[in-house]
């Protein structure tokens, strides 16, 4: 008999899970039997509401953190906590991401520390801690959601360029030591998805340009993607899916463009 649900009982841990592209990526991968570790900036209230639709809907085990993933200290207890609750993490997505827009000489230092210390070395952190049990149990999923900005530049997105050109140079090279086993280590490099990540640059265009919201979304998207539409979160959701599959055991070390043809120019 074809087993359906061959990830079923595995443990996911999504970074920023509470929304947009974490957030559909942890309603496919539940849906899938795979149990979840969720984590984002909600209160705890809030995370135990989410906490609760989750199990309830799918009937797997759930556990929330709201660690701020500017503090190592932090992320070690999220790692911790969540192995402590769920099992080992087998698939671990390094998504939660914040954007900020300036020109370099006007960057605010805090701001690129933030975006640095969020978008880059908290991947790190959590490959580090997830790694020694991956290896142990010879499997173990990878997924860091970069950016199509870590595969080009755009003007006033020195920091985000900077976190996301890094973190397809650390998922290379975590794919090439750990090769041999088991575990597959790959980015997703998407262009314009639909997510509130987005919302403050259409409504700064809207503003600067007196046009309506949707203009400004139309504009702002079609200026570097040939696609003329944003994606859905679903839709990268189901690309983790797919690599976290013995499919896709050899894509290993790969920056995955998901991009509507921008970085085909
Ligand atoms: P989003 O704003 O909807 O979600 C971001 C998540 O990160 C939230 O859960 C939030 O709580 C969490 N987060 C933010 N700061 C945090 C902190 N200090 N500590 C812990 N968690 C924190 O954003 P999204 O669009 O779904 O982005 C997800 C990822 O996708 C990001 O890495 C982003 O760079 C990347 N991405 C997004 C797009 C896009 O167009 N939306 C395109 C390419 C790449």
Redesign the pocket.
């Known amino acids: 008999m074809v087993n359906t649900q061959p990830l079923a009982g595995k443990v996911a841990l999504i ?10 990526t942890a309603h496919v991968l539940a849906e899938q039997g795979i149990n979840l570790a969720l ?4 209160n705890d209230s809030d995370g135990e509401v989410l906490t609760k639709q989750f199990s309830d809907k799918y009937d797997i085990n759930v556990y929330f953190s ?5 503090d190592a200290k932090a992320i070690e207890l999220l790692i911790n906590d969540a192995t402590s609750a769920l099992g080992n993490i087998d698939i671990l997505i ?6 900020h827009t300036e020109r370099a000489e006007k960057f605010p230092v805090e701001k690129w520390s ?1 975006i640095i ?3 880059l070395s ?1 991947a790190f952190h959590t490959i580090q801690q997830s790694l020694p049990a991956m290896q142990k149990n010879n499997w173990g999923r990878i997924i860091n ?5 870590g595969l080009v530049g755009s003007v006033n997105k020195s920091a ?1 360029c900077a976190a ?1 050109h890094g973190i397809v140079g650390l998922t290379k090279v975590v794919a090439l030591e750990n090769a041999e086993q088991n575990i597959t280590v790959n980015a997703i ?10 919302k403050q640059q259409i409504v700064d265009i809207a503003e600067r340009e007196a046009l309506s919201f949707e203009q400004a979304q139309y504009n702002l998207v079609t200026a570097k993607q040939p696609l003329p539409e ?2 859905k ?1 679903q839709q ?1 959701g189901e690309f983790i899916l797919f690599l976290c599959s013995d499919s896709a055991r050899a894509i290993t070390g790969s920056s995955l463009p998901m991009d509507g043809a921008w970085t085909a120019q």
């Open positions: 970074t920023g899970s509470t929304s947009g592209i974490g957030l559909a984590h984002g900036l909600l709201n660690a701020d993933l500017r390094n998504n939660a991401g914040i954007q933030d210390a969020i978008n908290a959601i970069a950016s199509v900005h985000y996301k490099c998407p262009g314009w998805v639909d997510t509130p990540l987005i944003m994606m979160p990268i």
